[in-house]
């Protein structure tokens, strides 16, 4: 078969054909066709047939007996039969299926989520975990230069003077005068 005849064995082609809207070339060209393609000789007996049919089917007597009550006996009949297609087991086993089918849909979305919920947690904790380490660090470094100084200078002033009062009053005075320098520190790094 050509790519003509290919193109030709097309069954709108042959709706137009039954409905004479072809042009004559098309009409000569599908009637051609028509003498070679038995399944489009077929098709279009049945059309011819079918249009036939509805032919005489609509030129008839238009004016069917319909009883009064009409719809409402339809719509009783189309409720009745309705009500036996589903039975129970159907409707369980619909919403155990709408069952596993929400919890996977919410598994996925979790797996997506927990990522993001894992991601800012882990985040927090290391910022935590940060700033209790900068924490102990400098109670630790602290409490080293406090001991180291008040060995120093207890030695040094103990050892001269033999007595610990005056040690305690430089450790306090030293004290003040460090807090005060760190406080400075800090106040002047935050304005600039």
């Not at 030709?8 to 060209?29: F, H, K, M, P, T």
């Not at 409402?72 to 086993?93: P, W």
């Not at 919920?117 to 406090?146: E, K």
Request: net charge neutral; with cysteine; hydrophobic share 50%.
């Amino acid at each position: 078969m050509t790519t003509v005849q290919q193109r030709i064995c097309q069954r709108n082609l042959i709706a137009a054909y039954v409905d004479g809207e072809l042009s004559e070339v098309a009409s000569a060209i599908f009637e051609q066709h028509l003498e070679d393609c038995v399944e489009c000789r077929g098709e279009l007996r049945v059309h011819r047939r079918l249009v036939c049919e509805l032919d005489a089917a609509l030129t008839g007597d238009a004016n069917i007996p319909v009883p009064e009550n009409f719809s409402k006996v339809i719509a009783v009949r189309a409720r009745s039969d309705m009500r036996g297609v589903r039975t129970a087991s159907e409707h369980k086993r619909a919403i155990a299926i709408c069952m596993v089918l929400a919890a996977a849909g919410f598994a996925l979305l979790g797996a997506t989520a927990s990522e993001t919920i894992f991601f800012a947690a882990r985040r927090f904790v290391s910022a935590v975990l940060t700033i209790g380490g900068f924490a102990m660090s400098a109670a630790y470094d602290a409490i080293t230069g406090l001991v180291v100084i008040s060995r120093v200078v207890g030695h040094k002033l103990i050892g001269q003077t033999g007595s610990l009062a005056v040690v305690l009053v430089f450790l306090a005075v030293g004290l003040l005068v460090l807090s005060r320098l760190i406080s400075d520190y800090h106040r002047t790094g935050a304005t600039e």
